[in-house]
């Protein structure tokens, strides 16, 4: 069969650009689907801070685009380069005003800078005359490129056979503005192929209009994709999810064994292998080290590395850890940044139990490795996670995950089981400190019982999670997709 075209549109891809899970997808999609064969580019916006750190070359004839959008003129221009280590291009859209300066996102500018972003794909492509098979499109950053191709460039030929595809990352950011703000982007023309009962409620959601327009929607895990069709976990969106549900499929994110391996990882202070996990050792000496604590020959390491947002679950560690760390020998290292609330507390607690608490308040990728490789047990007390990767890069390095039963953390932790040796991790079903405080005292029980931990990390290292695997899942999804008429 020939190979498909495939153009992956989103506001990030690792290691350009990244705030969580999403730019590793966006890189590990595109350069997986060209390693099976097919013919897959990425597309993000060319950010100030991207312009000064990567190397890209002007891609001849798409130096000066131009779109129109709510009445004023954009120009546009595309620059290339490729992923680190792979042959997979990646296509960096600057629209000059709009990505001029180093942050990512911009609040309440977001809207219009990625319309105008999506809008300058469209030009891209119909600049190049090149339209792929498969349009996929992440989050609500680009969400609204089906409804372009649909209802505001559907008199354009070149797009005729082009499908889309809409992948749901995370329901909790859905690009909502006020319905008055529908002339400046440029949605006015299309005004009658909008959600009606939303704009006479004065809103615009970028995501809903997504949902409504892709051919096809996928989200990152089998249970999300059946959680977010009901209204505790729809956030709104359950109804028109629900509708939707013959073309919502549950593909759960791989791990890339190219950056997360703990046999080939540079950042790490010892390589090791599910054979020989003496450089484990070393890596949580070394990650002791760094956070000056304290460790005796058996404290069990706890790590968290994390956007500290609400959904992450960590109003659950007030009632739960200064007890812990007050009767028992165990320790904790944290990285991450968010909320004020959760950074305090995580400053206090560093604080209360010096010696035995590091917080590192801010984004570090090599730190993220060293905790991965260093910890013994991984927390993720998420009151909601859409598919989750710490938990994947924790079972690949032998690092224990406890995890609440949600999401994708439901669908790749297997609940440890003493009696038959069978799991990987901790799991806890409510969401409540009472169940987040048994999962911990079950890991502890199994740390002091040798064989048992050896036994879990085995469970964990056995996990194959590597995206070769998940691409295949994908592969399938668009054959069906551009060879029939309908998914
Ligand atoms: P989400 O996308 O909701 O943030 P995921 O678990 O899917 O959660 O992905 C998080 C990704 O971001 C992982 O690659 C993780 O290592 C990384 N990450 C999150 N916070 C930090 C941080 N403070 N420093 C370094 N990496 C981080």
């Known amino acids: 069969m020939d190979p498909l075209e495939i153009l992956s549109v989103s506001s990030v891809v690792a290691p350009f650009a990244k705030t969580g899970g999403l730019a590793d997808v966006c890189n590990a999609l595109p350069a997986g689907l060209v390693r099976h064969g097919e013919r897959a580019r990425a597309v993000m916006p060319f950010y100030g801070r991207v312009r000064k750190e990567v190397r890209a070359k002007p891609v001849p004839g798409l130096q000066s685009l131009r779109f129109e959008m709510g009445g004023k003129d954009y120009g546009a221009s595309v620059h290339r380069t490729t992923l680190p280590g792979s042959k997979t291009e990646v296509l960096l859209v600057d629209v000059p005003g709009l990505f001029d300066g180093d942050a990512i996102y911009d609040g309440d500018r977001d809207a219009l800078r990625f319309l105008a972003f999506s809008r300058a794909v469209i030009a891209l492509m119909q600049w190049e005359g090149r339209a792929p098979d498969i349009l996929h499109c992440h989050d609500w950053h680009t969400a609204l490129l089906p409804l372009f191709l649909k209802k505001a460039y559907d008199w354009d030929r070149l797009f005729a056979q082009t499908k889309t595809v809409l992948t749901i990352h995370n329901l909790g950011y859905q690009g909502v503005v006020p319905a008055s703000h529908i002339g400046a982007l440029g949605l006015e023309p299309i005004r009658s192929a909008l959600h009606q009962d939303e704009l006479a409620q004065g809103r615009f959601s970028c995501l809903l209009h997504g949902i409504l327009y892709a051919d096809v929607l996928t989200t990152v895990s089998k249970t999300y994709a ?84 609400p959904q992450k679950g960590f109003e659950l560690l007030p009632d739960v850890l200064p007890v812990f760390l007050q009767r028992e020998d165990m320790a904790l290292v944290v990285l991450g940044s968010g909320d004020e609330r959760h950074e305090r507390y995580f400053a206090w607690l560093e604080d209360a139990f010096r010696g035995r608490v590091g917080f590192h308040r801010g984004y570090d990728d090599a730190l993220a490795h060293r905790i991965e490789a260093g910890a013994d047990a991984f927390l993720m007390p998420s009151r909601y996670e859409p ?101």
């Not at 079950?442 to 048992?452: Q, T």
Request: neutral net charge; aromatic residues 10%; charged residues 30%.
């Open 387 to 487: 598919c989750g990767l710490n938990q994947l890069y924790s079972l690949a390095y032998g690092t224990i995950p406890i995890v609440r039963r949600t999401g994708g953390l439901a669908d790749t932790v297997v609940d440890w089981d003493p009696e038959t040796g069978a799991g990987n991790g901790f799991v806890f079903d409510d969401f409540t400190s009472a169940a987040l405080q048994q999962a911990i005292r079950r890991c502890l029980d199994a740390w002091k019982f040798d064989k048992g931990w050896a036994r879990l990390q085995e469970n964990a290292m056995a996990v194959d999670f590597s995206w070769d695997k998940q691409i295949l899942e994908y592969v399938t999804l668009y054959e069906r997709l551009a060879r029939r008429s309908s998914v």
């Open 226 to 309: 059946r959680e977010i069709r009901t209204p505790e976990h729809g956030m709104g969106l359950d109804r028109v999810l629900e509708a939707r549900k013959d073309s919502l499929f549950g593909i759960v994110n791989g791990i890339d064994d190219r950056i997360w391996n703990p046999r080939t990882d540079t950042a790490i202070a010892a390589t090791y292998d599910a054979e020989d996990r003496s450089g484990k050792v070393r890596c949580k000496k070394d990650l002791a080290k760094h956070f000056g604590l304290e460790l005796g020959p058996t404290t069990p390491l706890f790590g968290i590395v994390s956007r500290l947002t």
